[in-house]
């Protein structure tokens, strides 16, 4: 596992670096508490130097925030000689998106084993990292931002998300998994027309919310594929939840698996 470096009290010391989405440990890490400012958080986050947190857990966030809010606010445009093209404003809007995250992703927090934060006012997160870290005994650090990630998505997962296109009974979804919160591409799939054919693919299904709805249905039988072990998790807990394990089969796979269907739904990013 990758580990980040930096100097505190008069010595050099490091930890382990842990990050779900893959992130890359920064290069440059100082110290931070109570006192540091917005600005100059901000200044150090964009210039790719991390803060690792030692002050209140809450004041961590609020710096967060005000980090975000100096991201954000709109700057002088330069005058240009001629407007991008469709493909270039899609590419700079992407550069400026990831721009973003990264100096987000600045805000670190300490983790003692067990996942515990060694913060003032820091929340109980054990349940919340153990669902997708697992299991640690050891130190390690990450970024505030992830974490809030998990916190919310371990909130989702408890309380779930009601379905009204099924009667109301709710999809628990994962970390790291589509959340079905906007409903009109659910909706669609459960008042179009069904071919007569009985079999359907559920083609990248997240969830597994759609391949549910078509269960509810009467579908005979839904194949939901998918390629991401998070989500073929979250699917196959929700349709054991929901009873529909002998409508349903969670595979893995990219795109399609093998056979024919008389009906294909996808619900893309």
């Not at 809010?69 to 001629?82: K, N």
């Not at 054991?240 to 796979?253: C, K, N, P, W």
Request: with cysteine; charged share 25%.
């Amino acid at each position: 596992m990758d580990q980040i470096a930096w100097h505190e009290d008069g010595r050099a010391q490091h930890a382990r670096w842990r990050s779900a989405s893959g992130a890359p440990p920064p290069r440059r890490v100082v110290v931070a508490g109570d006192d540091m400012r917005a600005d100059d958080a901000y200044h150090l986050a964009c210039q790719g130097t991390a803060l690792l947190w030692r002050g209140d857990f809450q004041n961590a966030r609020q710096l967060l925030n005000a980090v975000a809010r100096r991201i954000d606010r709109p700057r002088r445009r330069r005058p240009r000689r001629a407007e991008p093209s469709q493909v270039q404003a899609f590419h700079l809007h992407r550069q400026a998106t990831a721009q973003r995250a990264r100096a987000l992703a600045m805000l670190l927090m300490p983790f003692d084993p067990g996942h515990v934060i060694p913060l003032r006012r820091a929340p109980d997160v054990q349940a919340a990292c153990v669902e997708v870290y697992g299991p640690d005994d050891r130190p390690y650090v990450t970024p505030l931002r992830e974490l809030l990630g998990l916190i919310g998505a371990h909130e989702w997962r408890v309380k779930g998300v009601p379905i009204g296109a099924m009667g109301g009974d709710r999809i628990h979804p994962h970390y790291g998994v589509f959340s079905p919160i906007r409903g009109e591409y659910v909706n669609l799939v459960a008042e179009a027309p069904l071919p007569s054919a009985r079999v359907a693919f559920d083609i990248g299904t997240g969830t597994g919310v759609l391949a549910a709805v078509l269960a509810r249905r009467g579908m005979n039988r839904i194949v939901a594929t998918d390629l991401d072990p998070r989500a073929l998790a979250c699917a196959q807990e929700n349709i054991e939840r929901l009873g529909m394990a002998e409508q349903v089969d969670i595979v893995q796979a990219d795109l399609f698996p093998e056979g024919r269907a008389g009906l294909i739904v996808c619900n893309p990013p």
